[in-house]
């Protein structure tokens, strides 16, 4: 048996055990310590953002954006439907309503016009409007952000950026999950970057990223004893995982690098197949291109594909199952145009570790002509 080709695994960068050592040296291994600061930096310098919150995961992160922000029980939420589950999962979290918005043909992200559309009516018949909009940067590629910012800033909807699988992409030079009130990464183990587990709350407002600050910790207020004047959560980041952060920032660029490498690799060799397209990035974008994605000729499943390279070790993915087609959300409301449900049914994550060499891009390319041409 061929050894195994994930679909997106870690490749850590020589230094991550380094900054282990010195939390274990130091013996600050609980949330907090130098390497949980030393990330923090690290984030707001790459990104720009004014301050930062290192956290257990992306999805502890839009929960305590929501919370921050004053959406409580009852408040209406948008997000993308063609998305992670972690995205959108904290919305019931609060018992708040989701409301799902398709993607555009242009980036595969939340469709602009359409949210446009939703928010222009409800203003014209008097209706009351969402309190936030979570927007997903969907497989590392920018959504259409300048004009969703734009129509959220003239409606006054809050908008929060699901940066989880787009650290380093920008959009017109300035970095996604800083065009928003509050953004979001994700250091999951098969992000771009991974603390095996993690993320990170990131915003320009000092008022809001210091009250998610303090509900990470349990919302102990100042006092000798423990004092709580409101709940919290046990989400703040360990000095442990901080540490493999700051290892991995010092070669996210040369990730980002191969990772748009391997894109290349794949699509110069299966572009002028007849049916088959690649997601697509805006003009003035810049994606990482996390991972390889791929619209499938109609004649071939998604599901078939990923059996047949399942046969050969090798791990793939179908598209996201858009939110408002899971049985969670049977009954909720969007805005839809059908495409997020084209892209699952066609799609497919081919693999995108920045740790494949060109020869795995080879044969997992000659696997899938050779199933195109058999069917």
Same mark, same amino acid.
């Given at each position: ?10 490749? #850590? ?45 992306? /999805? ?17 939420? @948008? ?11 904290? =919305? ?35 209706? !009351? ?62 992000? =771009? ?7 990170? *709350? ?65 699509? !110069? ?9 690649? #997601? ?11 991972? /390889? ?13 990923? *059996? ?14 858009? @939110?408002?087609?899971?049985? *969670? ?15 699952? !049914? ?10 494949? /060499? ?18």
């Amino acid at each position: 048996m061929n050894q195994r080709i994930f679909l997106s695994p870690p490749h #850590m960068g020589g230094n991550e055990l380094t900054y282990i050592h010195e939390a274990f040296e130091s013996n600050y291994i609980a949330p907090l310590g130098h390497n949980v600061d030393a990330f923090e930096a690290q984030i707001k310098a790459y990104t720009g953002a004014k301050y930062a919150l290192a956290v257990t995961s992306g /999805t502890a992160a839009i929960h305590l954006a929501l919370r921050v922000l004053g959406i409580k029980e009852g408040d209406e939420v @948008m997000a993308s439907t063609f998305t992670f589950i972690g995205s959108v999962v904290p =919305i019931l979290y609060e018992r708040c309503t989701p409301f799902f918005i398709d993607s555009d043909t242009a980036s595969w992200n939340l469709d602009p016009n359409l949210l446009e559309e939703e928010l222009s009516q409800r203003a014209s018949q008097g209706k !009351k409007q969402p309190k936030a909009l979570i927007v997903t940067h969907l497989y590392g590629q920018c959504a259409d952000i300048k004009r969703l910012s734009a129509i959220c800033e003239h409606y006054g909807v809050y908008l929060i950026e699901d940066a989880a699988e787009s650290l380093g992409a920008g959009f017109e030079g300035k970095q996604t999950g800083t065009f928003g009130k509050m953004g979001i990464y994700s250091f999951n183990g098969n992000k =771009i970057i991974t603390t095996s587990g993690g993320g990170m *709350l990131v915003s320009d407002d000092e008022t809001l990223i210091a009250h998610a600050r303090h509900l990470s910790t349990q919302a102990r207020d100042n006092a000798p004893h423990y004092e709580h004047t409101e709940y919290g959560y046990n989400y703040r980041m360990s000095n442990i995982i901080a540490g493999i952060g700051r290892g991995q920032m010092e070669v996210l660029s040369e990730r980002i690098e191969r990772r748009r490498e391997i894109f290349d690799l794949y699509h !110069k060799a299966l572009c002028e197949i007849e049916g088959i397209s690649f #997601m697509p990035e805006l003009e003035g974008s810049i994606g990482n291109r996390w991972l /390889t994605t791929l619209l499938l000729p109609q004649h071939i499943s998604p599901e078939s594909l990923r *059996l047949t390279l399942e046969a050969e070790n090798i791990e793939s993915r179908p598209l996201w199952k858009p @939110m408002h087609a899971q049985p *969670l959300f049977q009954g909720a409301q969007g805005r839809l145009n059908g495409l997020s449900d084209t892209l699952f !049914k066609r799609g497919i994550c081919l693999p995108s570790g920045s740790s494949l /060499t060109d020869n795995d891009v080879e044969r997992i390319v000659s696997l899938v002509k050779q199933a195109i041409e058999r069917n």
